[in-house]
């Protein structure tokens, strides 16, 4: 316990979400669960206020008025990549925490400045990276720095899924279509394998990564793409991500003592078939395998859990920790950062027909 | 039924065996199974003697004693890489059929030489990898190839296990030791996941190959490898060998409308920790997991067997063909050339830094 209970009235985190994307469907009941919707704010009044009026989440609103509300902590920024960062750096003059969607928008270097005047201000950054707040994900990472399992060696992670028609997959999805996502289904998709990658190997980051192959759909946006990572040491990652492949979802951490595997990364499906429990509220991530060194597996059990709510009560722990006094947590933000940093430049690998490209720190 | 039923003294293939090298003791019963033996070759009458005194298998001789002798059909030649390739030619010059252990010696033009000086006399050439012949393995060979998974868009495959001590993982091993064996553990453990890939992708060969992480040993030998191959169409594979990592045995085969998976490539053992079955016959492989393209999973049941009974029936098969006046299956030397050429293209770059490295067809 840490000791906020999130029951008394001065606990509670207030919330407003700036936009009305369809992921938002799915945050929406870990947002009412951890914290206090606001409410909802849109280019278009109207449309927000049907949404609040159809999902029961307070005050449809304009964007400007939304951050220039008091009674509003922290703000859930779901918008398209290539409109949030502008957003962000509002709410952040405005003294707004920030919950950031992924994968994040712009360069390295303008997250870089962003996730700064965040720390400079006090305020906390988060990112929506679902998978990091599991009970199954945290037990995981206990391991993997206790030194049980000895260093990590290699990592192999992949999210592929088969988009669901021609139209789709030919620019007819925001992942598809570089003009909403730059950087298409390598940010989409690709953002969970990389961040599982950099997650295993603790946050060290890469020497150089490789795009070493990509496939481009007819309005020149990457539909899947597959690459290298070099770590320090001889170690090594690789990673595959995409809409032209069955699904999958999973990783695999090599540690000099035994291995991690989950075969349902991004969510808590399991290998069911069940594509569906990416678009609502799920609970799961209840398992894992591991290995040993001879190569013998037990399949580890870990609680059943909602990413979204335990998402959500981290940052409201985070914010509340703040309020209190303390200081913003740096884990999250520089997650974020490091992330990007690396998806950068496979998407900077992938522009230069696969030519290895170096991580500067 | 192919006719030969094996019973029949004069179908009798006579099988010779070249070395007392340690892989002999799990490949005999296979040979004694499938095939007569006549004795064994070395360059020490006496240890030859001793040992088929030992394992009850024939007659104990001299290298050029077993290569005059006529009734020899077929020579089992597990010699070391460096020794391998002038025992082969001359058993070729002698009239007999060729079951070779892996890896392959020499570089490819030689290999090709050999192969092709055996098609030239109506001999057969096989190679050792057992988990080809498998029932397990026909039965997803059949699947790949008849069109239900759609083209294989994607193969991952791997064979690592640890070293049991450090004298061992620097040179006292024949795997560990470039003068034993100049591509180490790449030509040891490499060569089944690169057998693999090239097996998933139907014998395509990629138009490219990268070592882009490989560890050396003290005395200068490969002990650790991983690599990605281009296959035409932006298809990829990615692969890790070596002595370095816990015990893995494995496969991952992405198609365009389901995925294969199998955890014990090499042999029967399964995830169970049982790293002695390398060394002694066992009946297994008696599963595989089948994702379809939503990512359910399926365990299939195929039926267990011993590799390297089926692998001897197939070539005592293959032999029994030939007396009857049929011509050798191309299909074995074929795939040996294949995979040395793509094992000996990823040594290359391993050679030059993790430069890629074009496959001539």
């Known amino acids: 316990m840490n000791g906020y209970s999130g029951t008394m009235s001065s606990d509670k985190v207030r919330v407003g979400i700036l936009s009305t994307a369809a992921i938002v469907g799915k945050v929406l009941p870990g947002l009412k669960h951890g914290m206090e919707v606001v409410g909802v704010a849109s280019r278009d009044r109207q449309k927000a206020q049907d949404f609040c009026k159809e999902h029961d989440c307070g005050v449809g609103m304009l964007y400007d008025e939304m951050l220039e509300r008091d009674d509003v902590d ?20 405005r003294g707004k925490h920030i919950y950031s969607e992924k994968p994040m928008g712009g360069t390295a270097a303008e997250l870089a400045e962003l996730t700064k005047l965040c720390e400079e ?14 009970i199954r994900t945290k037990e995981i990472e206990k391991k993997l720095r206790n030194g049980d399992l000895g260093q990590v060696l290699r990592v192999s992670a992949s999210f592929t899924f088969m988009a669901p028609d021609e139209a789709w997959l030919q620019g007819g999805n925001g992942r598809t279509d570089k003009s909403r996502e730059p950087m298409g289904c390598l940010g989409d998709q690709g953002w969970y394998p990389l961040s599982a990658i950099l997650w295993a190997f603790g946050w060290i980051m890469p020497e150089k990564v490789m795009c070493t192959h990509v496939t481009m759909n007819k309005v020149d946006t990457i539909v899947h793409c597959a690459g290298t990572l070099w770590f320090p040491g001889n170690r090594s990652a690789v990673f595959d991500c995409g809409c032209t492949a069955p699904h999958r979802s999973q990783y695999e951490i090599i540690c000099e003592k035994g291995t991690v595997r989950v075969d349902d990364l991004v969510g808590g499906q399991q290998r069911t078939g069940n594509f569906a429990a990416y678009e609502v509220p799920f ?15 037990e399949v580890m059990r870990a609680e059943a859990c909602d990413h979204v709510n335990l998402l959500v009560d981290d940052l409201a722990n985070c914010i509340r920790a703040i309020k209190a006094g303390g200081k913003p947590d740096p884990d999250w933000p520089h997650r974020s950062l490091a992330v990007h ?21």
Chains 1, 2 share one sequence.
Not at 74 to 93: F, H, K
Not at 121 to 134: A, C, F, I, V
């Open 74 to 93: 922290v703000l859930y920024i779901p918008l398209p990549t290539g409109l949030r960062n502008e957003r962000i750096a509002q709410a952040i003059s």
């Open 121 to 134: 201000k006090g305020l906390q950054w988060m990112d929506g990276t679902m998978w990091y707040h599991s």
């Open 283 to 297: 609970v799961g991530s209840s398992e894992y395998v591991q290995g040993d060194v001879m190569g013998k597996d």
């Open 341 to 361: 940093k690396v998806m950068s430049a496979v998407f900077e690998s992938a522009q230069k027909g696969g030519a290895a490209v170096e991580i500067v720190s």
